[in-house]
């Protein structure tokens, strides 16, 4: 390390490893595993602290071949920086939004506005067919704007046509961010756009200078559009279902945005080679390490040094260092080349790689897709980092051979959430799976044991038959009854028991009776929030995410169980921990802070019992002085610990609020009293 460490953590291996410093060089540590533990079955994460930060370090590494690759690592220290940034709010009001939908959008947003603090810009944009910004400019956070922008978003309706998300964004892109203000934009959108790549597009070419959060709301919200927004706008994407709870949502990203960052960041290599990752650095927040991986041209000896050039924005200052980087201190190993073939590898993937145009996302002319192929196989067989294109294969070297004869087993192939096969004289079958649990339609039953339900066809005709079973529940195939069981058991074993139905493939022996096999099917949603539309509308309850989550039976030796498809979304319900009238109390207090960060006394007695109490306490601390500032001290202090104490199940939601507000607090310096442990007292 270039600076002394002061500490160090592994969080994930913390009982298996040992950690010790080096007394002799405060700047060398030692990190063991001993072999004899327990296998590593979790990422190793390794927290080392330096003393002092804003740091340039730089390290130099040679492979096996003789190639070398050089690294630059900045660390910002940016502890107890007030955020500076502009936070934008791209709104939906189509159609489509009317109801419930902006209801709830509408309160997300006024809590939104009160955890912005001092120190940021900020706006408001609605789209729909047009767009309607409430500033022409994002404005200072402050008592006049807060009060404007909370009485616009109080009488938003959906009257604004259809979705036309394209025009706001290239409105917002166009204007250059201020000087150390961070753009961060927030997309809250239920709709689905013919235009979905340009907009993706866009939210690229900007990344540099804009992060983009997005938010899909309802089933019909297009996961491409919000997903590929978020993830070419360095941001993050959240699929809302139609009765989940926005705020909560919306006001976690929030607290990743109101971050202290680094911005306007460039390392410029002289001397590398083509292949620089990354190729371009947006912000970083959070104190997060700022990092560049240079491979080094091959004509460049050992003996020459390295320039690099490093410049970044923080809060407190500007930073252009230029370092010499000798490549006489090389070390032997691939860690490096490993560590920047990953990063290279999702640069590639996403169209932000030095191969590729920073506007469009598209290849340079001098590439091509099958060039982009090569280099990523290249690179991969070079460090043992898997990319798309390879994969690990085990081999087997043993002197005995193995006698017997060769077996054909296909694989299960999977069909619209439905499992279907053949056996081996060229049948079909299927069946289908379907997660409703408290369903009371009569339709399907709860299979406890496969076995019951399966057939024997060691006949060579071809045959359907139905289980008698009192719960309803049937197959239909004619199949190799080992193989069945053992498939079918593995998946039961995952899923639980469920409530299944099941079709009959007696006809299909051909790929155009597919359709048929599917029309004879229930009609399966989609996915999971219209699956419990679904259910509701039928008068049923709705199937838990939660309940969903088994626990796994122990798997039958040799069954190999099915997995979840990469693209599927794990839902997580949102219920209300607290009572629905607490929950409204609650945000009627938020909305009462002021842009500061203080309540009244009238606010916090809306949690306690009156405000004549709240005064005779105030009266009772020694030391405590008299007068309005000293109300609203103890008042906001209050309503913290009320919102801590009582509320902790809704933290997401008001601890942006408290934070501001504990730094008021902080700020008043009226008498040598612990406002914090009074108020904890009291509730």
């Not at 070419?205 to 993830?231: N, P, Q, W, Y």
């Not at 048929?516 to 989609?526: L, M, Q, T």
């Amino acid at each position: 390390m270039s600076s002394k460490i002061a500490h160090v953590v592994t969080p994930t291996h913390a009982g298996m490893t040992t950690i010790s410093l080096d007394a002799s060089n405060p700047r060398r540590g030692h990190v063991s595993i001993p072999t004899t533990k327990t296998p590593l079955v979790t990422n190793f994460e390794l927290f080392i602290q330096l003393e002092s930060g804003n740091e340039l370090v730089t390290r130099v590494q040679k492979n096996s071949k003789g190639e070398r690759i050089a690294m630059v690592a900045f660390q910002p220290r940016l502890n107890d920086v007030e955020p500076l940034g502009e936070i934008i709010f791209l709104i939906d009001r189509s159609g489509s939004m009317m109801g419930p939908r902006l209801t709830r959008a509408k309160e997300a947003v006024q809590i939104f506005l009160r955890s912005l603090t001092s120190g940021v810009k900020f706006n408001i944009i609605s789209f729909g067919t047009s767009f309607v910004q409430l500033f022409p400019e994002s404005r200072d956070y402050n008592a006049e704007t807060l009060a404007v922008a909370a009485a616009a978003v109080k009488t938003m309706s959906a009257n604004m046509g259809g979705t036309e998300i394209l025009p706001p964004l290239q409105a917002i892109f166009k204007k250059a961010p201020q000087p150390k203000y961070p753009r961060q934009l927030f997309v809250l959108t239920d709709g689905e756009v013919k235009n979905a790549q340009d907009c993706i597009n866009a939210c690229r070419a900007a990344a540099d200078t804009t992060r983009t959060f997005c938010f899909g709301i309802g089933a019909g919200a297009s996961t491409e559009l919000v997903e590929g927004m978020a993830k070419a706008g360095n941001g993050n994407a959240v699929m809302i279902g139609n009765n989940d709870r926005i705020d909560d949502k919306v006001l976690e990203q929030l607290g990743y945005a109101l971050l202290p960052a680094v911005t306007n960041i460039s390392v410029n290599w002289s001397g590398a080679d083509a292949k620089v990752s990354p190729s371009r650095h947006g912000p970083t927040f959070g104190g997060r390490q700022v990092v560049s991986f240079a491979w080094i041209k091959p004509d460049i000896s050992d003996s020459e040094v390295l320039p690099v050039r490093f410049k970044a924005t923080t809060p407190l200052q500007d930073f252009d260092i230029t370092r010499q980087v000798s490549l006489k201190d090389v070390t032997e190993g691939t860690f490096l080349f490993a560590l920047a073939a990953r990063r290279l590898f999702d640069e590639f993937q996403n169209g932000v790689s030095f191969a590729h145009d920073p506007a469009t996302g598209k290849l340079r002319a001098d590439w091509t897709d099958e060039k982009v192929k090569q280099a990523m196989i290249s690179i991969s067989l070079e460090t043992g980092v898997l990319c798309k294109h390879t994969a690990f294969v085990a081999i087997e070297e043993r002197t005995d051979p193995t006698q017997g004869n060769m077996l054909l087993r296909e694989v299960l192939k999977t069909k619209t959430g439905s499992v279907q096969t053949k056996n081996n004289k060229g049948g079909k079958y299927g069946f289908q799976v379907m997660d409703y649990s408290s369903g009371s339609d009569g339709e399907g039953g709860v299979i406890d044991n496969i076995d019951d339900f399966l057939i024997d066809t060691q006949q060579s005709t071809r045959r359907s038959s139905r289980s008698s079973s009192p719960r309803g529940a049937r197959l239909g195939a004619a199949v190799d009854q080992t193989y069945m069981a053992s498939t079918l058991n593995s998946m039961m074993n995952v899923l639980g028991s469920r409530r299944a139905t099941t079709i009959e493939t007696d006809d299909l022996d051909n790929d155009e009776d597919e359709d048929e096999w599917e029309d004879k099917a229930e009609k399966k949603p989609k996915s999971f929030f219209a699956a419990r539309e679904q259910q509701q509308q039928k008068g049923g309850a709705a199937p838990d995410a939660r309940k969903s989550q088994v626990a796994p039976k122990p798997a039958a030796a040799g069954a190999v169980p099915p997995t979840r498809p990469s693209s599927a979304v794990a839902p997580t319900a949102t219920t209300a921990a607290v009572p629905d009238s607490v929950l409204t109390k609650m945000k009627g207090v938020i909305m009462n802070q002021t842009a500061e960060g203080s309540w009244t006394i009238a606010d916090a007695a809306s949690l306690f019992s009156n405000a004549e109490n709240i005064k005779k306490a105030l009266a009772a601390i020694s030391g405590a002085p008299s007068g309005a500032i000293a109300e609203l001290v103890f008042a906001t202090a209050l309503v913290c610990a009320y919102f801590e104490k009582k509320l902790a199940a809704e933290k997401k939601i008001w601890q942006l609020v408290v934070k501001k507000a504990r730094s008021w607090i902080s700020k008043q310096n009226i008498a040598s009293v612990d406002w914090t442990a009074k108020a904890a007292e009291f509730v």
